[in-house]
């Protein structure tokens, strides 16, 4: 985790799609991460923030590495992050009914609503080309897809607190 730079008191706020907040704690990092997990799939970015408001850069960043999004070091890290996918997937076959085209069907359109959905909230604006990639993406292990993803959101923090330095 990045070594912080600031000893002031910090409220850690959670927010969705729209810029709603889902959360917000001000009892540490690790507490934001439960709530980011109780948010689920709507949860898309978290900012800590000092009590007139400012947000602090450099909890932030420690905050954001706490939650699951990678990097990652072992397959057994991206598993975790992937279950979210394996969720959505296994909710296609809830009872564990012997494979069918349906429900094979059912659970490739769940994976594929799941990534569509992720990149979606993470402001990516997806062509018909990308839908269909995204598809194909889905169908690869949770893990593959965890890491891929985790690509995205990495780049938007990073995007984000460059802008912010500037």
Same mark, same amino acid.
């Given at each position: 985790m990045t070594a912080r730079q600031c000893t002031e008191k910090h409220t850690y706020t959670i927010t969705g799609p729209a810029g709603e907040t889902l959360a917000s704690t001000t009892n540490g990092p690790k507490l934001a991460w439960v709530h980011w997990a109780d948010a689920g799939a709507q949860a898309l970015d978290l900012t800590a923030a000092h009590p007139d408001g400012a947000v602090c850069l450099p909890e932030t960043? *420690? #905050?954001?590495?706490?939650?699951?999004?990678?990097?990652?070091?072992?397959?057994?890290?991206?598993?975790?992050?992937?279950?979210?996918l394996r969720d959505a997937i296994d909710a296609a076959n809830p009872h564990d009914d012997p494979m069918t085209d349906a429900i094979r069907d059912a659970a490739r359109k769940a994976a594929a609503d799941y990534v569509t959905g992720r990149l979606t909230r993470l402001g990516v604006e997806l062509g018909e080309f990308d839908q269909r990639v *995204? #598809?194909?993406l889905a169908d690869w292990e949770p893990e593959v897809v965890?890491?891929?993803?985790?690509?995205?959101?990495?780049?938007r923090d990073a995007g984000r607190d460059a802008a912010a330095r500037q």
């Open positions: 960043r *420690a #905050a954001r590495a706490l939650l699951p999004h990678g990097p990652y070091n072992t397959r057994k890290q991206a598993r975790t992050d992937g279950r979210p *995204a #598809a194909w965890a890491v891929v993803l985790g690509w995205a959101v990495r780049a």
